[in-house]
């Protein structure tokens, strides 16, 4: 499963967890959700506070999620996902050994090597210890041969507050910020190295 992210534009690791970030937290983040020819959208904004300033910056990150089934279906979709996206989510589950060896597969389907996207892996259901089928060893060889971070997320299960909150109290924000806090982190490093501000990475 892929997910485009299409940013708004180094951040200061858990920031979010100082009392400066609460009321940002409280009042800045928010996400819309829409439907639309087989193709799901949201918008999350986001705030980081830059390392080297201290400013703090808005992302606004705008997701667009589409199916297995509707990309087979409409051709034109992807091309569509694909137009000015700066980042694409390529996600797995722990417990389902397929999704996780897929993984190069899904990236050649998605995007062309002359395509410069961000690549960010997401691991679902890490915490179901015993039905996992992907060890450690494994995600961290693969970390190695492709250079990519991977995410890990545990499962999520039943409704939500429109606040991110689940009905029995938990923050489930909590749950994805280590996520959006390493997107931002990403593309903001993407962003300073096309402006040439910064080398870009060498791979070996």
Known sequence: MAVIVKSGSLVTVNWLNSVEAREYLASIVRKNKRKMFGIQTRTVYWPGKLVESGRVIMFRFHFWD??????KKFDHILAA?????DAV????????????????????R???????????????????????DVTEREVRSF????????FKIKSVNGPRLSDGRTLDGKAGLLEVEHILNGMAEHLW??????????PAP???
């Open 89 to 108: 989510l390529f996600l797995f589950s722990f417990t389902d050994r397929s999704s996780f060896t897929d993984l190069p597969g899904q990236m050649s």
């Open 81 to 85: 996902c694909k137009d000015k996206a």
């Open 189 to 198: 490093y993407q962003d300073q190295v096309t402006a040439g501000l910064v």
């Open 66 to 71: 589409c199916g297995e089934a509707s990309l």
């Open 110 to 132: 998605i995007l062309h090597d002359t395509e410069k996207m961000v690549k960010i892996i997401i691991g679902t259901k890490f915490d179901q210890y015993m039905h996992t």
């Open 202 to 204: 060498h791979l070996h």
């Open 143 to 150: 970390q190695q041969t492709w250079h990519l971070p991977v």
